[in-house]
């Protein structure tokens, strides 16, 4: 297949990592016979610097026209200061918006060999961690109506929940879809016994699951849904929640795994095109340096070709190329817990070594 990508480096390890990522795609299309063309755009604080804006129009323009987009990270301490439509995650929030990207997806899967660095007791990794978390990006409580008002106990905010049907609708087909592509099992998580947008997403989703009988479905208020990730995440498939819950819910489940370093995520909208970018942040404090972990960008870029390409064979390849560097013991900095750590480079080395192999 041909497939028009866009890089966005960005900023701190941002180029480090997308650079890691760009050479395992190299790998995949000669290994599988496709035509990977990739284009580097800028985002984030290095556009600011360059351009004047987080997110240049000739940037905006690559990704409209792209097939999907891979991105490093944005931001740093040299851009705090600026007014807020000039902050580089500015960058993030116009991608999102122009590419139509309602529903994001992050897996969170602990690596059997790294069981050691999660938080929870031995008894419960063994019985697995595996959830993909899918959560509405575009709608509900952070874009709702706001305001501040003066009222008789004093001055009050206020921030709305709204959501229709069909942002309801459209983010359960993508969660429903994608538990159909895994396990088969799918939990909704809402706050139906409080909140009304919750009860309509309770019944839409009822709904909805008629039209996925192969899926087992069930409903989860999140309060429950919080105690429960930490209690037993086994128990979980596919969680699918709203864009405030989500959050909250994708964070607390990411921790689960011991190391922000590994995860991955994705963006998707009605069309193929995805934006795909790891879940952590440009780490400044390690930029440059050459110890940054690559693979929850190569786990991005894995992401992008099973989710807008469909080439699951190569996705796979490389998923085992990371689980086998990691069972050989190459760990970078963030995941060595004390012990020998190797580079950006040689840990990259490697995983395209096991993909080769
Ligand atoms: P961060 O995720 O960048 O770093 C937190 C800690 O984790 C740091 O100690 C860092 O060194 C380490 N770390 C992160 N990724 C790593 C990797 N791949 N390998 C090894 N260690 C890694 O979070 P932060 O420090 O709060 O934010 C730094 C900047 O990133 C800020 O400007 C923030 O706004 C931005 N940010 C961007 C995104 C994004 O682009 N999607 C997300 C979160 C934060």
């Not at 490389?318 to 020998?340: F, W």
């Amino acid at each position: 297949m041909n497939a028009n990508l866009v890089l966005i480096p960005g900023d701190g390890i941002g180029p480090e990592i997308i650079g890691s990522a760009a050479e395992v795609l190299r790998i995949i299309s000669r290994k599988f016979n496709h035509t990977f063309s990739m284009k580097e755009a800028d985002a984030g604080g290095c556009a600011i610097d360059r351009h004047g804006v987080p997110l240049p129009d000739e940037t905006l323009k690559a990704c409209l026209e792209s097939d999907s987009v891979l991105l490093g990270a944005v931001g740093g301490t040299q851009w705090e200061t600026l007014p807020g439509h000039l902050r580089p995650e500015r960058a993030l929030l116009g991608l999102r918006k122009e590419l139509g990207l309602f529903a994001n997806l992050r897996p969170v899967k602990l690596q059997k060999v790294l069981a050691a660095a999660s938080p929870l007791r031995q008894d419960i990794t063994d019985r697995g961690v595996d959830v993909l978390i899918v959560r509405e990006l575009t709608g509900g409580l952070y874009f709702g109506e706001r305001g501040r008002g003066e009222g008789s106990m004093g001055p009050y905010a206020y921030d709305t929940e709204r959501y229709s049907v069909e942002e309801i609708r459209r983010i359960g087909v993508v969660a429903f879809e994608a538990a159909r592509k895994r396990r088969k099992k799918m939990c909704s998580v809402d706050k139906a016994n409080v909140l009304e947008s919750s009860r309509l997403w309770r019944e839409t989703m009822h709904v909805l699951k008629q039209e996925y009988p192969d899926v087992q479905y069930s409903d989860m208020l999140v309060d429950n849904a919080a105690m429960q990730l930490i209690r037993d995440p086994s128990q979980f498939d596919v969680m699918v929640t709203s864009n405030l819950f989500g959050d909250i819910l994708s964070d607390e489940a990411s921790q689960l795994t011991g190391s922000i370093g590994l995860l991955a995520s994705a963006s998707l909208g009605k069309g193929k095109c995805g934006l795909y970018e790891p879940i952590h942040g440009s780490a400044p404090d390690i930029a440059g340096k050459g110890v940054a972990n690559p693979i929850a960008t190569i786990l991005s870029a894995a992401m992008m070709l099973r989710m807008s390409f469909d080439l699951a064979q190569e996705a796979d390849a490389i998923e085992a190329a990371v689980e086998a560097v990691l069972e050989q013991g190459y760990r970078t900095g963030d995941i060595a817990a004390g012990g020998l750590s190797v580079g950006t480079k040689e840990i990259t080395e490697k995983i395209i070594e096991a993909l080769e192999a």
